[in-house]
């Protein structure tokens, strides 16, 4: 399974972006997908989750309410909607496909290569 993220620039703090993740496989529906982010100097950290179906979410605190992930698997594409962003989500941002949807990255097979996002104050 390859993933190739997209849609990660530069944007002024309060802003918005919508990342795109999508993946080059026919079973991509079975799949439950992670968005994951890595700032300099620190641990990748987890952002947020969508299962194969796209019924259950989960997010990390600091993005509750702020971000929305989402798939389309007529499209094989998971998206990641952020808005009201602060410098602190400045970050490259990773998408991820695995067979349980979890917080932790060790439960996600395949990755892609990142995308930057850069949220100027």
């Known amino acids: 399974v390859q993933l190739v993220e997209s849609g990660g620039g530069l944007v002024q703090a309060g802003g918005s972006l919508e990342l795109s993740c999508s993946a080059s496989t026919q079973t991509f529906s079975s799949y439950d997908m992670g968005w994951f982010r890595q700032a300099p100097g620190k641990e990748r950290e987890f952002v947020a989750a969508?299962?194969?179906?796209?019924?259950?979410?989960l997010y990390a605190d600091s993005v509750k309410g702020r971000f929305t992930v989402s798939r389309d698997n007529r499209k094989d594409t998971v998206y990641l909607e952020m808005s009201s962003l602060k410098t602190e989500d400045r970050a490259v941002y990773y998408c991820?496909?695995?067979?349980?949807?979890?917080?932790?990255?060790?439960?996600?097979?395949?990755w892609g290569q990142g995308t930057k996002v850069n949220v100027s104050a």
């Open positions: 969508i299962n194969w179906s796209g019924g259950i979410t």
């Open positions: 991820a496909a695995g067979t349980s949807i979890s917080k932790g990255p060790r439960e996600y097979d395949y």
